[in-house]
């Protein structure tokens, strides 16, 4: 069964603008974390935001923020303010006791 | 200093050859994960070692052994490489098992793995 659902295979989004991200889960536990990663052309993964999900408040670091709906089972990534280096592949990643990865979003950032 | 670091970063070889790519962190993490990413970007775990001990081994073909030296290295062994073997292979490290903390995991650059 898949446990992280992303929906939107690729996005466009005018540079400056700001842009949704969307992710679904599916669990059962109490305790779990959810998480973003970039990955650009160059391919490294890069960690951008965590969620826990005993967190009440919705994350937030610079740019990128995580839209947190727990009764939705939904953890949407918000960024803020496109710019041409956000164009990559984002990845919505799951911990509960095990690590599970979504099947990605390709961003692309339009000038 | 690079965290968690793969070597080689490409890799082109022959099917039926065997290789090794091998992964280090410096980051004093209990657990070490390969994870394999396919043509359409999808990320499946291969293996987790924690403190030597194999964890996970999500239905991996037996041509792929993991080696753990100790806790800072996880060497990916891949015996009798086959064309379905082409991806890009990941090398991961986490502080906990369960990794529900803001440490998450913090990944190697990957190997770019061609069998021809």
């Known amino acids: 069964a898949q446990k992280i659902t992303q929906t939107q295979p690729g996005m466009f989004v005018q540079e400056k603008e700001a842009v949704t991200l969307d992710c679904t889960y599916d669990t059962s536990d109490q305790s779990y974390g959810l998480f973003w990663y970039k990955q650009p052309s160059s391919g490294e993964m890069i960690f951008l935001i965590y969620?826990?999900?005993?967190?009440?408040q919705n994350a937030t670091e610079g740019r990128y923020s995580l839209n947190f709906q727990k009764a939705r089972k939904s953890a949407n990534l918000v960024i803020s303010a496109s710019q041409l280096g956000d164009s990559a592949m984002y990845f919505c990643?799951?911990?509960?006791?095990?690590?599970?990865f979504g099947t990605g979003t390709s961003l692309t950032v339009i000038p | 200093d690079t965290a968690v670091s793969q070597t080689p970063k490409y890799l082109v070889t022959q099917m039926g050859n065997d290789k090794s790519i091998k992964c280090e962190q410096n980051?004093?993490?209990?657990?070490m994960y390969w994870y394999k990413q396919d043509s359409k970007k999808f990320l499946k775990i291969m293996f987790s070692?924690?403190?030597?001990?194999?964890?996970i081994n999500e239905t991996v073909p037996n041509r792929f052994s993991p080696k753990s030296p100790d806790k800072a290295h996880l060497n990916l062994h891949i015996n009798s490489l086959e064309l379905g073997d082409s991806a890009v292979y990941f090398c991961a490290s986490s502080q906990v098992l369960e990794p529900r903390s803001a440490y998450g995991y913090t990944f190697g650059s990957g190997t770019r793995l061609t069998v021809v």
């Open positions: 969620q826990g999900s005993y967190d009440e």
């Open positions: 990643a799951m911990s509960n006791n095990q690590f599970y």
């Open positions: 070692y924690n403190n030597k001990e194999l964890i």
């Open positions: 980051l004093g993490h209990d657990t």
